[in-house]
């Protein structure tokens, strides 16, 4: 069965254009008990701002802390960080996740920023296990972003 999922926080907005001065963390999680695992493909996402540069976090100064992006287990154990301990602090540090896959289009009031990460192209995609999550934290004050989300793509598997 196909999956599409936005991450959302504990509250369960998918709005990332948050203030994570005390980080957020914004996940998908397989909570089903049934045996079924999550198998992502990719992630998708969207930022829309002012004169978005590659060389900043859209069209705010390059993030002080980052965004991590990590894989935890049902307990919280990091068995997974999708960054190698790094951070995301600018648009262009998404390249070695995204490669080319993130293109930016100007428009006449704000710019869009695409994202398209797809996991499977690394050999295989990534699986969550009753319990996991895919998480995505953000440890900086982004609530002067228009808008900023991701979701994931991908398939139930028995």
């Known amino acids: ?25 914004f996940f998908v999680e397989n909570n089903e008990t049934d045996g079924r695992t999550l198998v992502i493909e990719r992630v998708c996402g969207k930022i829309r701002d002012a004169s978005i540069r590659l060389n900043r976090f859209a069209g705010i100064a390059a993030l002080t802390n980052g965004l991590k992006i990590e894989q935890h287990s049902a307990d919280g154990v990091v068995l997974f960080d999708f960054l190698d301990g790094e951070t995301i602090k600018a648009l262009d540090d998404f390249a070695p996740l995204a490669g080319v896959d993130a293109p930016s289009v100007a428009g006449t009031g704000d710019d869009t920023w695409m994202l398209r990460w797809t996991i499977a192209k690394c050999g295989t995609p990534l699986t969550l296990q009753a319990g996991e999550k895919l998480v995505v934290t953000v440890q900086d004050d982004l609530t002067d972003l228009t808008e900023f989300y991701l979701e994931v793509q991908g398939a139930w598997s028995f």
């Not at 369960?12 to 957020?24: V, Y």
């Open 1 to 25: 069965m196909t999956y599409f999922q936005f991450l959302r926080d504990e509250a369960n907005s998918r709005d990332m254009n948050a203030d994570g001065s005390t980080p957020i963390e």
